[in-house]
């Protein structure tokens, strides 16, 4: 029953303030400060300003933090007018505990988030023993969170719409969104929130400041190192943005892919007797692009997925998705389209002015085209060089529709010390650029061998203690770092069958069909009772009836979406067992001719010690194989206990993610189990850390993972495929 790991909680912490939306009129009555004229010569006497609470001053603020304080700064809009119009900045303080010797300004990305929360974030991280001697600052640069803004939704696609006719709306909605307050909206760049950023370090007193950035906000500290160096001690950037303009930016990223598809074609030209795909690297591109030109070119990117490609484990995966296509041969089933929505470069987005915040910071910094006539030469420069960039690489033009072309950031080498690290195989802020902005402004690259992004910070991450040494001492980091194991940023185990599995939003599932089901009959789903959508069921209950909805991803054999499934919930509980049932909108007959896929036999007897196993993921894309090693009476996970539940041989080691995974004779296919849990930690009787009860006492296998019997369904489903729960042989618990 995995939950979130400290990093995820840190970034949910973040979203759980939704400041984006609260404008300057707001945020004045929630803060006060002590007016200071903006235009003050610097000095390292602090000027006047309240805190206050940051909890007491803006009710939607997390309410276990104590520590976080915040104030407004006015700032000028127009710095060359600094009599002019001032606007107020948002700032958040975490106080060093023990003496004060500097200050650490820190910055979460996006760009465009809010960077008020950053600070009570970073007590969670690596860096969280820098407290005891720095100030941990945070700012919510101009559009952002607590800060001046403009507020506009961004506009949804229509359906049916043409390409260029999203283009022009496109470009409406900016120029009106604009036109709310051009000159704030014009202003929103990251030279200006540098010269902000340095505002604040003038009104706080501190004569120099250390900067930690991640993603969007590695661009804040680039520019700001750039325009301010002389005022930066020592500043660390992780994943890290392109120092030049979008349509270069995203050109140089697809040639970095590009590098990375030719090794999969010449490592497929090796296989050839398996695959069949060419003899030669060329021959296997010329197979590709056709294939390409069948399913259509957006489509065809999820089979060259950059992250997976980089990783020679995973290109196993991929030739069997691109062979399975290949053989239907009709191009008529086909992977559900790659997410089209806009790429953060950041954790995520927050509230409804993250768009158009993020685009106010990038097309003030970009010249590139404006035009739909631009985007399409672009696009036809772009892909007659590199001929598996997708259409949506195009985005960043689509998202500067309507905007007045833009300045390009002025950066430059500097004195201060300066640490880049990049992470080779991830995918938001690719390692090309990382290589660009370093031989653009120096400093010392690190590279981390993994595929996750803005990480560095972690405590999780063996190498992330150089961003302590580095801050303390100066010590600069240099070569390469391993990083994060591969399993946690994309599949994690043995690929394998995956037909009949259903991938959820954050677990596995798989289609199974009673005995005595008809084609006729409405399938069932089944999964974990705690992969529930609306969540966990509690100790000792039993959900019944016509419940919640459920929606998830049917899997052909290799693992492609070939598309989805939706229906309610039946039954779900966590006691005695661990089991969601749903029965879907489509019948069995109905699955088979649109996906030409069969439901797992559902067994009527559970798997005994020693019987031969698969434990097939649809979420992980992976395929266990071993035995199931014994049968525990009771396993105990926190307030949760199962009977009977089966433990795997250690081959079978399933990763954080495998829940709800469909376990099935490796002979029969008949579902004998579902995945459930394992001990990670070596803990006992604790939530991620069961522990197996008998007569003898309690034991734990650390490492080891369980599964949940599912014999029991069988004899609960009555007429129409439902569960019946009076039926005279069904033991399920009940309400």
Same mark, same amino acid.
């Given at each position: 029953?995995?939950?979130?790991?400290?990093?995820?909680?840190?970034?949910?912490?973040?979203?759980?303030?939704?400041?984006?939306?609260?404008?300057?009129?707001?945020?004045?009555?929630?803060?006060?400060?002590?007016?200071?004229?903006?235009?003050?010569?610097?000095?390292?006497?602090?000027?006047?300003?309240?805190?206050?609470?940051?909890?007491?001053?803006?009710?939607?603020?997390?309410?276990?933090?104590?520590?976080?304080?915040?104030?407004?700064?006015?700032?000028?809009?127009?710095?060359?007018?600094?009599?002019?119009?001032?606007?107020?900045?948002?700032?958040?303080?975490?106080?060093?505990? /023990?003496? &004060?010797?500097?200050?650490?300004? %820190? #910055?979460? !990305? @996006?760009?465009? =988030?809010?960077?008020?929360?950053?600070?009570?974030?970073?007590?969670?991280?690596?860096?969280?023993?820098?407290?005891?001697?720095?100030?941990?600052?945070?700012?919510?640069?101009?559009?952002?969170?607590?800060?001046?803004?403009?507020?506009?939704?961004?506009?949804?696609?229509?359906?049916?719409?043409?390409?260029?006719?999203?283009?022009?709306?496109?470009?409406?909605?900016?120029?009106?969104?604009?036109?709310?307050?051009?000159?704030?909206?014009?202003?929103?760049?990251?030279?200006?929130?540098?010269?902000?950023?340095?505002?604040?370090?003038?009104?706080? /007193?501190? &004569?120099?400041?250390?900067?930690? %950035? #991640?993603? !969007? @906000?590695?661009? =804040?500290?680039?520019?700001?190192?750039?325009?301010?160096?002389?005022?930066?001690?020592?500043?660390?950037?992780?994943?890290?943005?392109?120092?030049?303009?979008?349509?270069?930016?995203?050109?140089?990223?697809?040639?970095?892919?590009?590098?990375?598809?030719?090794?999969?074609?010449?490592?497929?030209?090796?296989?050839?007797?398996?695959?069949?795909?060419?003899?030669?690297?060329?021959?296997?591109?010329?197979?590709?692009?056709?294939?390409?030109?069948?399913?259509?070119?957006?489509?065809?990117?999820?089979?060259?997925?950059?992250?997976?490609?980089?990783?020679?484990? &995973?290109?196993?995966?991929?030739?069997?998705?691109?062979?399975?296509?290949?053989?239907?041969?009709?191009?008529?089933?086909?992977?559900?389209?790659?997410?089209?929505?806009?790429?953060?470069?950041?954790?995520?987005?927050?509230?409804?002015?993250?768009?158009?915040?993020?685009?106010?910071?990038?097309?003030?910094?970009?010249?590139?085209?404006?035009?739909?006539?631009?985007?399409?030469?672009?696009?036809?420069?772009?892909?007659?060089?590199?001929?598996?960039?997708?259409?949506?690489?195009?985005?960043?033009?689509?998202?500067?529709?309507?905007?007045?072309?833009?300045?390009?950031?002025?950066?430059?080498?500097?004195?201060?010390?300066?640490?880049?690290?990049?992470?080779?195989?991830?995918?938001?802020?690719?390692?090309?650029?990382?290589?660009?902005?370093?031989?653009?402004?120096?400093?010392?690259?690190?590279?981390?061998?993994?595929?996750?992004?803005?990480?560095?910070?972690?405590?999780?991450?063996?190498?992330?203690?150089?961003?302590?040494?580095?801050?303390?001492?100066?010590?600069?980091?240099?070569?390469?770092?391993?990083?994060?194991?591969?399993?946690?940023?994309?599949?994690?185990?043995?690929?394998?069958?995956?037909?009949?599995?259903?991938?959820?939003?954050?677990?596995?599932?798989?289609?199974?069909?009673?005995?005595?089901?008809?084609?006729?009959?409405?399938?069932?789903?089944?999964?974990?009772?705690?992969?529930?959508?609306?969540?966990?069921?509690?100790?000792?209950?039993?959900?019944?009836?016509?419940?919640?909805?459920?929606?998830?991803?049917?899997?052909?054999?290799?693992?492609?979406?070939?598309?989805?499934?939706?229906?309610?919930?039946?039954?779900?509980?966590?006691?005695?067992?661990?089991?969601?049932?749903?029965?879907?909108?489509?019948?069995?007959?109905?699955?088979?001719?649109?996906?030409?896929?069969?439901?797992?036999?559902?067994?009527?007897?559970?798997?005994?010690?020693?019987?031969?196993?698969?434990?097939?993921?649809?979420?992980?894309?992976?395929?266990?194989?071993?035995?199931?090693?014994?049968?525990?009476?009771?396993?105990?996970?926190?307030?949760?206990?199962?009977?009977?539940?089966?433990?795997?041989?250690?081959?079978?080691?399933?990763?954080?993610?495998?829940?709800?995974?469909?376990?099935?004779?490796?002979?029969?296919?008949?579902?004998?189990?579902?995945?459930?849990?394992?001990?990670?930690?070596?803990?006992?009787?604790?939530?991620?850390?069961?522990?197996?009860?008998?007569?003898?006492?309690?034991?734990?296998?650390?490492?080891?993972?369980?599964?949940?019997?599912?014999?029991?369904?069988?004899?609960?489903?009555?007429?129409?495929?439902?569960?019946?729960?009076?039926?005279?042989?069904?033991?399920?618990?009940?309400?």
């Amino acid at each position: 029953m995995p939950f979130p790991t400290e990093e995820v909680q840190i970034i949910l912490r973040y979203v759980t303030v939704p400041s984006i939306a609260v404008g300057i009129s707001v945020a004045a009555s929630l803060l006060s400060l002590t007016a200071v004229p903006a235009d003050a010569a610097s000095r390292t006497t602090p000027e006047p300003v309240k805190w206050e609470l940051c909890r007491d001053a803006a009710p939607d603020w997390d309410r276990d933090d104590n520590r976080s304080e915040c104030a407004l700064i006015p700032v000028p809009v127009d710095y060359a007018k600094p009599a002019g119009r001032k606007i107020n900045i948002a700032v958040s303080r975490i106080k060093a505990t /023990g003496k &004060r010797t500097g200050a650490l300004f %820190g #910055n979460p !990305g @996006g760009p465009g =988030l809010p960077g008020t929360p950053y600070p009570y974030g970073l007590l969670s991280s690596r860096l969280a023993p820098m407290n005891q001697e720095w100030d941990f600052i945070g700012i919510d640069t101009r559009g952002t969170g607590y800060s001046a803004q403009v507020s506009c939704d961004t506009p949804e696609a229509r359906e049916g719409e043409s390409e260029r006719e999203a283009f022009e709306r496109q470009a409406d909605a900016k120029r009106a969104c604009i036109a709310k307050d051009r000159e704030l909206a014009l202003s929103i760049s990251m030279e200006n929130a540098s010269r902000d950023m340095d505002r604040i370090r003038q009104v706080l /007193g501190f &004569r120099k400041i250390n900067f930690y %950035g #991640n993603s !969007g @906000g590695t661009a =804040l500290g680039a520019v700001y190192r750039s325009m301010f160096d002389s005022r930066v001690d020592r500043m660390w950037l992780d994943s890290i943005m392109s120092p030049v303009g979008q349509d270069a930016a995203v050109t140089a990223e697809v040639a970095h892919y590009h590098a990375g598809y030719r090794r999969f074609f010449e490592w497929l030209a090796g296989k050839n007797s398996t695959y069949h795909f060419g003899s030669s690297p060329q021959k296997v591109e010329s197979a590709l692009k056709a294939l390409q030109a069948k399913v259509g070119r957006d489509e065809f990117a999820a089979f060259l997925d950059p992250n997976l490609e980089a990783l020679p484990d &995973r290109w196993e995966r991929s030739a069997a998705k691109l062979l399975e296509l290949q053989n239907e041969g009709t191009g008529e089933v086909v992977p559900k389209q790659k997410d089209m929505r806009r790429k953060p470069f950041g954790f995520g987005e927050m509230g409804r002015n993250y768009g158009f915040t993020h685009d106010a910071f990038m097309c003030n910094a970009s010249a590139d085209g404006r035009t739909y006539s631009d985007l399409v030469r672009l696009r036809k420069e772009r892909q007659a060089k590199y001929p598996f960039s997708a259409d949506f690489n195009d985005q960043p033009i689509m998202y500067c529709a309507g905007w007045p072309a833009g300045k390009p950031w002025d950066l430059k080498p500097g004195k201060s010390r300066l640490q880049l690290s990049g992470h080779k195989f991830e995918t938001v802020t690719p390692y090309v650029w990382a290589k660009m902005m370093h031989k653009k402004i120096g400093g010392s690259l690190l590279t981390v061998t993994d595929a996750t992004h803005s990480t560095m910070k972690s405590k999780e991450l063996a190498c992330g203690s150089k961003v302590v040494d580095f801050f303390r001492d100066g010590t600069p980091a240099k070569g390469s770092c391993p990083g994060f194991p591969a399993e946690q940023t994309g599949p994690s185990g043995p690929a394998g069958n995956l037909a009949g599995t259903v991938r959820l939003p954050n677990c596995s599932a798989s289609l199974v069909r009673p005995r005595t089901a008809r084609d006729e009959d409405k399938a069932l789903l089944l999964t974990n009772g705690h992969c529930h959508p609306e969540g966990r069921p509690k100790p000792g209950e039993v959900i019944t009836g016509q419940g919640a909805p459920i929606e998830g991803s049917v899997l052909s054999a290799a693992g492609r979406e070939l598309g989805p499934v939706t229906g309610r919930v039946l039954y779900a509980t966590m006691t005695g067992t661990d089991i969601t049932v749903a029965q879907l909108d489509s019948t069995y007959a109905d699955i088979r001719q649109k996906y030409k896929i069969e439901a797992f036999p559902l067994a009527s007897t559970g798997p005994v010690a020693g019987q031969k196993i698969k434990v097939a993921s649809s979420f992980l894309e992976s395929v266990w194989s071993c035995q199931a090693e014994a049968v525990i009476p009771t396993l105990k996970e926190g307030d949760y206990t199962s009977t009977q539940a089966i433990r795997y041989a250690k081959e079978c080691n399933t990763q954080p993610g495998s829940s709800g995974s469909a376990v099935v004779d490796a002979e029969t296919r008949e579902l004998v189990a579902v995945n459930s849990t394992s001990n990670r930690d070596g803990k006992e009787c604790e939530l991620n850390n069961p522990c197996e009860i008998d007569e003898t006492g309690t034991t734990v296998h650390q490492g080891r993972g369980y599964a949940t019997q599912t014999a029991a369904i069988a004899a609960c489903i009555g007429a129409g495929n439902t569960i019946d729960l009076k039926r005279q042989e069904c033991t399920l618990p009940k309400p």
